[in-house]
């Protein structure tokens, strides 16, 4: 059985990923970290300052990590220093932060690095790109995104990767966040923001031309579906050579 320990155990994420990991027949959870000690389905909590203490004792096959940007990367340089195999679902990390983790992963542990794990999302990008690449010159493009009201990070890292993937198709394009007051659209791509309420997470890119608005979305209704890919990308990047993989790796879309 693959170990598995989880990091933001006790989290909104952390929380379903541990319940799908105890469920599993062919994962063992062994064990969480969070900023402060519990329990959750049947298996210890530590506090994140004994990480490397916790590694150490328990041994876990892959971490899974769902925090924060600035404690995911001291997580993953623990992990690769171990020589643990990463899933990591943290989002909102600096161009500097990135580096980091390049450098602590490359040539050490196998790491799945994803914005999103949910597989219709991991689609919806794919589709992005294929209208980017196929739609004639002349269309405006908008990104929508919509999250909870706790959600910290804005835009979401879901959003962050269709930015990307649309400079990559489109060519580098100013990103306009939000609009107010007296405005003339231009060649940039509008990029808003809404939080609210208990929204798990909405997404959608409207391609705007004469006569005609292709939209794409996607709507995701419970985390569990965040959960399902996280752990399915645990049991994938075991035995993987080390390096950064994304989603789509995965799931054989690249």
């Known amino acids: 059985m693959i ?3 989880v990091c933001g155990a006790l ?11 105890s469920e599993s027949s062919d994962l063992d959870l062994v064990g969480g970290v969070d900023v402060k000690a519990g329990s959750f389905y049947g298996v210890p909590v530590v506090e994140a300052a004994r990480l490397d203490a916790f590694l150490e004792e328990t041994k876990p096959d892959v971490l899974i990590d769902f925090t924060i940007a600035n404690a995911s990367v001291g997580n993953i340089k623990a992990a690769a220093a171990h020589g643990v195999a990463l899933v990591v679902g943290t989002t909102g990390f600096s161009p500097e932060q990135r580096e980091e983790i390049r450098l602590a992963v490359e040539g050490h542990v196998p790491a799945v690095i994803s914005s999103n794990y949910s597989v219709g999302v991991n689609i919806f990008w794919t589709l ?13 493009i908008e990104v929508t995104e919509a999250h909870h ?3 910290k990070d804005a835009p979401s890292g879901t959003a962050k990767t269709i930015l990307e993937i649309l400079d990559e198709e489109v060519g580098p394009r100013t990103h306009l966040h939000g609009r107010q007051g007296m405005t003339e659209r231009g060649d940039e791509i509008g990029v ?16 705007a031309g004469n006569y005609e608005v292709l939209e794409l979305s ?37």
Do not use: C, Q
């Open 192 to 207: 808003h923001v809404i939080r609210g309420g208990d929204i798990v997470g909405d997404h959608a890119v409207l391609f």
């Open 218 to 254: 996607h709507r995701a209704y419970d985390r569990a579906v965040f959960a399902s890919g996280a752990v399915r990308a645990a049991a994938w990047v075991i035995g993987r050579k080390p390096g950064v993989y994304g989603m789509a790796d995965v799931l054989n879309l690249s």
């Open 128 to 140: 992005i790109r294929e209208a980017a690449r196929r739609l004639p010159e002349g269309y405006d």
């Open 11 to 21: 989290g909104r994420m952390g929380t379903a990923i541990g319940r799908l990991v």
């Open 149 to 151: 009201r706790y959600k």
């Open 3 to 5: 170990k598995v320990a």
